[in-house]
């Protein structure tokens, strides 16, 4: 971590730690319990985890702000994967299928990211059916990605974790979505 980097999460820190009204931790626990109560795809552990890794989520006032932080996370993670996915097709693979099967998830991912610029805009208008749409895409695009592996039965997807956090992030910001949607 960078000198700025960790200056910035101290300061970010402490000034959530002298607003007496927030009580980002609290909120978190509630949002990712309920969030695992309605969806069986979402870990309680991994939604506690997912938002505890992001600083952002430690001065989360209310459910809006931390869906738009999930959005964030689960955009994040898209990135990192269509990078990783970059990588791997820079590596000469013997197999054509394989190859294949990543620039096909690279091109789910591509559209995906693009996706979520359109779910945080509508997020962010309060537009919550529109966004709900979006997000349900990006959890298609890696289901749809890692489908593509399953066409063959000797061929192991070297994307099968990133996928299923990629669908599970997803699935978090979308339950979030829905809770607001029904307090609308």
């Known amino acids: ?14 000034l959530c730690s002298f607003n007496p009204f ?4 609290n909120l978190i626990q509630q949002t ?12 309680y552990k991994f939604c506690t985890t997912s938002f505890q890794s992001d600083h952002r989520s430690q001065c989360a006032q209310n459910l809006e702000e931390l869906g738009l932080i999930a959005i964030k996370i689960s955009r994040h993670n898209v990135t990192n994967t269509s990078d990783y996915i970059k990588r791997l097709l820079k590596k000469k693979s013997s197999d054509p299928f394989i190859k294949e099967c990543l620039e096909d998830c ?13 779910a945080i805009r509508d997020y962010k208008a309060k537009r919550y ?13 890696s289901t749809t990605c890692e489908d593509g592996f399953k066409q063959r039965n000797d061929v192991i997807s070297p994307l099968t974790k990133r996928n299923k956090n990629v669908f599970q992030l997803s699935a978090i910001a979308l339950s ?8 609308k």
């Open 129 to 141: 059916e529109d966004c709900n749409f979006k997000l349900s895409s990006i959890i298609d695009a």
């Open 106 to 118: 690279l091109e789910v991912y591509s559209d995906a990211i693009t996706t979520f610029r359109e």
């Open 32 to 43: 990712c319990k309920n969030c695992s109560k309605n969806d069986p795809n979402i870990s």
């Open 22 to 25: 927030v009580d980002a931790n």
């Open 1 to 14: 971590m960078s000198p700025s980097s960790f200056l910035f999460l101290s300061l970010t820190i402490f």
């Open 176 to 183: 979030i979505v829905n809770m607001l949607n029904m307090l």
